[in-house]
């Protein structure tokens, strides 16, 4: 069975960063599209980054520049290195993945449980 475990969250001040780790299992990871999404209180849920099965980056706009998301497909890790991080960026981050090497058009069927993220001034 699939199971997606984040970790990093925190509490950290405006300007300053945090890096967030998705343990996978269950799945064979190095095959499958990987993404991060977030979602604030009172707000929809929102994508921030997704990373192929090959390495193939995209970022949401209110976050390039800002954060990288990558893979270690050795160790069935997710990471999303988040730099100057801004208040609007306080949220629960949640690892999701799809079995599809590409992240073009696809449904993440697998979602960890999430890990929050909550920045200060």
């Known amino acids: 069975q699939v199971q997606l475990v984040e970790s990093g969250g925190g509490s950290v001040q405006a300007g300053g960063s945090l890096r967030l780790s998705c343990a996978a299992s269950?799945?064979?990871?190095?095959?499958?599209?990987m993404g991060w999404f977030r979602q604030a209180p009172g707000k929809e849920r929102e994508g921030v980054a997704t990373?192929?099965?090959?390495?193939?980056?995209t970022l949401s706009d209110s976050v390039k520049g800002r954060f990288t998301i990558s893979r270690d497909n050795a160790k069935n890790t997710l990471y999303l290195q988040m730099n100057s991080l801004k208040l609007e960026d306080t949220a629960k981050y949640y690892c999701?993945?799809?079995?599809?090497?590409?992240?073009?058009?696809?449904?993440?069927?697998?979602w960890g449980q999430g890990t929050q993220v909550t920045v200060s001034s």
């Open positions: 999701a993945a799809a079995p599809r090497a590409s992240c073009g058009l696809v449904s993440f069927g697998y």
């Open positions: 269950g799945l064979t990871y190095s095959h499958y599209c």
């Open positions: 990373i192929n099965s090959d390495g193939r980056t």
